[in-house]
């Protein structure tokens, strides 16, 4: 960014690399604003989406009983434990069908999307600076997030969807009449003083699976990334101290959040497991 | 933090993903992976069945190695016992063909040996007389010679 001017403040690069490339070209100033749309989001989840179901797709075209290969083999072990998993969670041979594959997509997806935090955390941004600047933009203004599960909007987005899920499946074992019901008669019993108070306990019960589904993927993503462009900032102090610094403790960030990247995908995916193969069973 | 409509596309996305998985990925790795598990299932039992079948052929060759050594010393038994009764036919009836052959030339000896000895004692008797006869010729004196020859004769028998 150091092209004309001065160079950034550690605030200003902070900042810089927490904003997204949106439809209006600066900082989102609502918290909420359903006119904005990001486009470095929706870029690389899309892409990845793809890869995923490239890779998956791979795996699944050459599959036969016969001995497989390395590829095939990683692909079938996953498949092995995602179907472990929903097996234990959603007893229901039929929902299986459609979960057990929305929790393989789940899990691959959100790991390749995690995994956009260990590329080094200037690579892309740089590139789409230079790619802005030779477009005739101001590179301070080339914003670029490359971690979509860092972005509120994409976590958020997954887990409403497993919420709708959740209303699929309630209403599709249920009906629409037991579900509403079970609305109204669950937890605490069927009488009509406790209507009311059951249906909010269920409605704060959803807003908090959902929402503490969404924000604890976020939550990580985030804080991992915004400990990458610190340590990137150790490293831009040019001394000797901050050159062994963002060496050692990039390093070790960087190994510690294989696991981290690892553990949330699969965590996002054994709740969205869990949260579908909860609206099948009744309270 | 903030929230926009990121939040539409990317769940229209995930939905989207996840319907692809379903059609196009999940079923041919779980079918594959079922019809490999079962085709494992049908080799292990296979192996077991080979298994079983070997041992089972196993015991059967010793039994039949057992079997053909009795009946091999069998056979050598009574081969043996055949070849000595007749080894000791046969010796007996070489003695035999011996002792008759011993016996015949015997007998021809003998007779020969008299035949011999009454062809000489007759040769002996004329050279004998021819002898006297010459004697005789020159001092004639028949009566004590023939007596003489008479006595020698004698003698010779």
Redesign the interface.
Known sequence: MATEGHAPTSSEYVVHHLTHLNNTGHAQTNVVDWSVINYDSIFYSVVLGMLTVFLLWLGARKASSGVPGRFQGFVEMLVEMVAEQARGVVHSAESRKFVAPLALTVFVWIFLLNAMDLLPVDLLPRIWEGMYAAGGGDPAHAYMRVVPTADLSTTLGFSIGVLLLCFYYNIKIKGLGGWVHELFTAPFGSHPLLYPVNFLMQIIEFLAKTISHGMRLFGNMYAGEMIFILIALLGGTATVFGFLGHVVAGTVWAIFHILIITLQAFIFMMLTLVYIGQAHEGH | ???????????V??????W???K??????????D??A??IADGLAAADKAKTDLALAEKKVVDELRKARESAGDVRASAEGQASKLIDEARAEAARIIAAAREAAEDEAGVAAQRAKEALREQVAQLAVAGAEKILRREINVKTHSELLANLKQELQ
């Open positions: 933090m903030n929230l926009n409509a990121t939040l539409i596309a990317q769940l996305v995930f939905f989207i993903l996840a692809f998985t379903m196009f990925v999940w079923p041919p790795i779980v079918k594959a992976l019809e490999r079962s085709k």
